[in-house]
């Protein structure tokens, strides 16, 4: 296990049992990154750095019981909330989850490379900056896939309550904080087409992209 899983181990383990208060306030922008996903009935979404699942009740709701959900996510008490989530909701979409970092999810063995919908990084600024995790999603998602990304970005200088905000933020959520001038350096230049709006006075990003 190297340091900064184990970093992040302990950051996601102390805050599993309140994240789901904690994250309350982020529910419309949730709302809005997964409508942009457009997901239709049948389709398969990756949720990466799923966390405790608090997406999954609209992306199973999207997908439908002939859909699919791969949840991927390395922390083992943020993932009991989810699989605890699901087992209470009996969803009838199959859910798989993926207790591994993105960066070494066997995706090839859940999914056929090329073949899944969409996938959905919403609040996973460590994740997004793992060239080769994104190397996995990109190669599980068929052309024209969506991929959305959501999280905290510094916003221009001349507002400096919302990057002081970011910067709390971050302090408490994020292990790797470079690139939070631009989170999605690593994953817009590797799509199609992607455009970014912001969000919060500038301290949060909305980006919707195509394979
Ligand atoms: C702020 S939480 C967001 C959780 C969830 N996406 C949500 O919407 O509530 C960030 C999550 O990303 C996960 N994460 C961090 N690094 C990751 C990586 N390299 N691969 C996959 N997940 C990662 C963390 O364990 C944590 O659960």
């Given at each position: 296990m190297s340091l900064s899983i184990e970093r992040l181990q302990a950051l996601y383990t102390r805050r599993a049992a309140v994240y789901d208060y904690e994250l309350m306030p982020v529910a419309p922008l949730r709302r809005e990154a997964i409508a942009a996903l457009e997901l239709a009935p049948g389709q398969t979404v990756l949720d990466v750095g799923?966390?405790?699942?608090?997406?999954l009740p609209a992306l199973t709701q999207a997908v439908g019981e002939r859909g699919r959900v791969i949840a991927i996510e390395p922390c083992t008490a943020m993932m009991s909330q989810a699989r605890r989530r699901a087992a209470v909701a009996a969803w009838r979409t199959p859910i798989d989850f993926v207790d591994s970092t993105v960066e070494e999810a066997p995706l090839e063995t859940l999914v056929a490379p090329g073949s899944a919908d969409a996938a959905l990084f919403f609040f996973t600024h460590d994740a997004l900056q793992q060239p080769l995790g994104l190397s996995r999603v990109l190669g599980a998602l068929k052309p024209g896939a969506r991929v959305v990304a959501a999280g905290l970005v510094w916003a221009a200088p001349w507002w400096p309550l919302s990057n002081l905000f970011v910067m709390g933020a971050a302090m408490h959520s994020?292990?790797?904080?470079?690139?939070?001038?631009?989170?999605?350096h690593d994953l817009a230049p590797r799509l199609a087409s992607a455009e970014v709006e912001r969000r919060w006075l500038g301290s949060a990003y909305l980006l919707k992209g195509w394979r």
């Open positions: 799923g966390g405790t699942g608090l997406s994020i292990i790797s904080p470079q690139r939070l001038d631009c989170p999605w």
